[in-house]
């Protein structure tokens, strides 16, 4: 659980570096102006702050890969290796984004792998709580909810493509761009398809939580975890909306990538939690 606090923070903090303008504020990699400990000023504090909580994730994962090989359970040790390489995987294509300025395909790839990782620490810390109490039932159900979950995570990547195109404010007006549905020219179209996708995503969710609610009816715990991922697509929505209309201000897109991170994990914890109850 620690993993995955620690987890969430540097989601926050990566978003920070991009809302300040900072993904360079360090041209070198993996020092900072060929220092462990640069001055903190002029977008630094925010880049480097990023590479050391990144790299403090980085080696609580190798502790828990260690505590997981110790355990007698392989599929455990499955995941702690998948996580060690993802977190390795993430370290290297954050090198690769500064050393060759951001290009937009490994910046994106960077958001993704970020957030996949997330969901599996999360995964581990819930598959290393106490076991459920019973199971059964619930296999059709919880594909939904990875279906759900790929969903969500395919809406995140979008806004990774909004963000990294700088198609942020290529629409000042909502819930259409410019007047249109379908604009004419590549930003707007790349802001509407984001827009499109959260309808998407957020209906999905809805759709599926709704159905958990309904299996789970002698299951009130599972039943109110249900209701957490329709709030956080109202949430998330509205967000979006204030995006634009703020024209991007820090804290409302820093809170926007933060609810779409806890809206991936809520899912991850339906999925999770379903077999606590027998059909």
């Not at 903190?40 to 190798?62: K, P």
């Not at 040790?77 to 937009?104: C, E, K």
């Not at 290529?170 to 959260?198: F, K, N, S, T």
Request: charged share 10%; proline share 5%; glycine share 8%.
């Amino acid at each position: 659980m620690a993993t995955v606090a620690a987890t969430f923070v540097l989601l926050i903090v990566g978003s920070l570096v991009h809302g300040t303008g900072s993904s360079l504020a360090c041209p070198d990699w993996p020092l900072c102006y060929g220092s462990l400990f640069p001055k903190m000023e002029n977008g630094v504090q925010f880049e480097h702050t990023h590479r050391l909580v990144a790299t403090s994730v980085g080696l609580m994962t190798l502790v828990l890969l260690v505590l997981l090989v110790r355990t007698k359970d392989r599929r455990l040790w499955g995941l702690g290796i998948a996580a060690a390489v993802l977190v390795v995987v993430q370290g290297v294509l954050g090198g690769i984004t500064v050393l060759y300025r951001l290009p937009r395909a490994i910046s994106i790839a960077h958001l993704a792998t970020s957030m996949c990782f997330f969901s599996l620490i999360l995964v581990i810390a819930l598959r290393t709580a106490p076991p459920p109490a019973a199971a059964g039932g619930a296999g059709t159900l919880r594909r939904s909810v990875g279906f759900a979950w790929a969903v969500v995570l395919t809406q995140i990547i979008l806004g990774g493509l909004v963000r990294h195109t700088a198609s942020g404010l290529a629409c000042l007006d909502v819930p259409l761009c410019r007047g249109l549905l379908v604009p004419d020219a590549a930003p707007e179209r790349v802001q509407m398809l984001h827009r499109l996708g959260a309808l998407i995503a957020g209906a999905v969710a809805i759709a599926v939580a709704l159905r958990v609610r309904r299996w789970a009816h002698a299951a009130p715990s599972l039943r109110r975890l249900a209701m957490v991922p329709i709030a956080l697509v109202a949430v998330q929505i509205g967000l979006g909306v204030l995006s634009v209309l703020s024209l991007l201000n820090l804290a409302i897109i820093t809170a926007h990538l933060a609810v779409g991170a806890a809206l991936l994990a809520s899912l991850v914890i339906l999925f999770e939690r379903l077999p606590e109850v027998a059909s």
